[in-house]
């Protein structure tokens, strides 16, 4: 249940027009691009001035989404993104829990300014910077909380295809596709009802999933043979190289979901994907785990990242080597 003084202050907020922008975090992924984007046509419907200011670029397989051509990317057109956000009155972020997740570009301007901040997010541990806070963690995805939020503010009827496809896509890409523990009866209900609303799921599913190039595959495949499996600590993890990503003409958005497959293995509870990343000079991180392993307090503790308890992310200023052997010298003695 969400804060009723919250919900009636913000529903007066927005009865009047306002310059609104609304920002998903940095590398943003389905759920960050379908929230922003599904808030966006809603904030549209009522007459809002209203932009997505997204960090960086987002992936080609949510180019399709509709709406995504109006978006404008911080590190792209840092000028026009600058006075988008200095002119807002209100700057929702959604799909993030601390403003330092839209990067070290963007992160001092947002703290220069003073609009209203709003947030709508589902990590654990949300920072104190926004004027409202809904965060819960018990929601699969940001998604099924904004259409929760929606319907609390009464606006649920002001979405429309275009908002339903968006938030249906940060739906199934934060559940596995309605497969991972917080697919609840509540959001089979949500899915119903954006079901209603007359979206062609199977269109959406395609458009997310079967879209590889034949290097994406391959790509997949080099992880795949890259990976090690620790059966003693029930662990794997799976990397790739630099130039193994050159090698398979590696884009934005194709290791998404490579993760996953370190958990599918019989008998493993914890896993983790390493990517090298030499122009950021960071090795990006990402685990995953099942049941009761932690893998938000993991990636906090040792890796500068966070999440969920079932899926987070981290980052590592090491070579990918010495990244490597810090994991495995971790969970030798302190697996979650
Ligand atoms: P992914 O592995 O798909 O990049 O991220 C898994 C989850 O962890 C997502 O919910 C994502 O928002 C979060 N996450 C990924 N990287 C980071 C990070 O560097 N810091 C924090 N706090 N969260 C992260
Ligand atoms: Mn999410």
Same mark, same amino acid.
């Given at each position: &249940?969400?804060?009723?003084?919250?919900?009636?202050? @913000?529903?007066?907020?927005?009865?009047?027009? *306002?310059?609104?922008?609304?920002?998903?975090?940095?590398? /943003? !992924?389905?759920?960050?691009?379908? %929230?922003?984007?599904? $808030?966006?046509?809603?904030?549209?419907?009522?007459?809002? !001035?209203?932009?997505?200011?997204? #960090?960086?670029?987002?992936?080609?397989?949510?180019?399709?989404?509709?709406?995504?051509?109006?978006?404008? @990317?911080?590190?792209?057109?840092? *000028? *026009?993104?600058?006075? =988008?956000?200095?002119?807002?009155?209100?700057?929702?972020?959604?799909?993030?829990?601390?403003?330092?997740?839209?990067?070290?570009?963007?992160? /001092?301007?947002?703290?220069?300014?003073?609009?209203?901040?709003?947030?709508?997010?589902?990590?654990? &541990?949300?920072?104190?910077?926004? %004027?409202?806070?809904?965060?819960?963690?018990?929601?699969?995805?940001? =998604?099924?909380?904004?259409? &929760?939020?929606?319907?609390?503010?009464? $606006?649920?009827?002001?979405?429309?295809?275009?908002?339903?496809?968006?938030?249906?896509?940060?739906?199934?890409?934060?559940?596995?596709?309605?497969?991972?523990? *917080?697919?609840?009866?509540?959001?089979?209900?949500? @899915?119903?009802?954006?079901?209603? +609303?007359?979206?062609?799921?199977?269109?959406?599913?395609?458009?997310?999933?079967?879209?590889?190039?034949?290097?994406?595959?391959?790509?997949?495949? =080099?992880?795949?043979?890259? &990976?090690?499996?620790? #059966?003693?600590?029930?662990?794997?993890?799976?990397?790739?190289?630099?130039?193994?990503?050159?090698?398979?003409?590696?884009? +934005?958005?194709?290791?998404?979901?490579?993760?996953?497959?370190?958990? %599918?293995?019989?008998?493993?509870?914890?896993?983790?994907?390493?990517?090298?990343?030499?122009?950021?000079?960071?090795?990006?991180?990402?685990?995953?785990?099942?049941?009761?392993? !932690?893998?938000?307090?993991?990636?906090?503790?040792?890796?500068?990242?966070?999440?969920?308890?079932?899926?987070?992310?981290?980052?590592?200023?090491?070579?990918?080597?010495?990244?490597?052997? +810090?994991?495995?010298?971790?969970?030798?003695?302190?697996?979650?």
């Amino acid at each position: &249940m969400m804060n009723q003084s919250d919900i009636k202050e @913000v529903k007066a907020l927005i009865s009047s027009t *306002k310059k609104i922008s609304i920002i998903p975090h940095r590398n /943003p !992924d389905g759920d960050a691009m379908g %929230s922003t984007l599904g $808030l966006y046509h809603v904030l549209k419907q009522l007459g809002h !001035d209203v932009q997505v200011v997204s #960090p960086n670029a987002f992936p080609d397989f949510l180019a399709w989404m509709p709406g995504s051509d109006q978006v404008i @990317v911080f590190e792209e057109n840092k *000028k *026009k993104a600058t006075e =988008c956000l200095q002119q807002s009155d209100i700057i929702f972020t959604l799909d993030f829990n601390v403003l330092s997740r839209t990067g070290d570009a963007m992160t /001092p301007v947002l703290e220069s300014l003073t609009p209203i901040y709003i947030m709508v997010d589902h990590h654990q &541990m949300p920072a104190s910077y926004a %004027s409202y806070t809904f965060s819960d963690t018990a929601y699969g995805s940001t =998604c099924e909380l904004l259409y &929760m939020l929606l319907q609390e503010l009464e $606006l649920d009827s002001l979405i429309h295809e275009d908002a339903a496809r968006c938030i249906y896509t940060g739906i199934v890409t934060d559940s596995g596709s309605f497969r991972f523990p *917080k697919t609840t009866a509540q959001t089979h209900r949500v @899915v119903a009802a954006l079901l209603d +609303k007359g979206i062609d799921n199977p269109e959406i599913h395609n458009a997310l999933f079967n879209n590889s190039s034949y290097h994406r595959l391959q790509l997949l495949g =080099c992880a795949l043979q890259n &990976m090690v499996v620790l #059966p003693e600590h029930r662990a794997s993890y799976l990397y790739l190289t630099e130039s193994q990503l050159n090698q398979f003409h590696h884009k +934005k958005g194709d290791t998404e979901g490579f993760v996953n497959y370190g958990l %599918s293995i019989d008998g493993i509870d914890f896993t983790a994907f390493f990517t090298e990343n030499k122009e950021e000079g960071i090795i990006k991180i990402s685990f995953r785990s099942q049941g009761n392993v !932690d893998v938000n307090e993991f990636a906090r503790t040792h890796f500068e990242g966070g999440g969920h308890i079932n899926a987070a992310g981290g980052k590592s200023l090491l070579s990918l080597a010495d990244t490597i052997k +810090k994991f495995t010298q971790i969970i030798a003695q302190s697996k979650p």
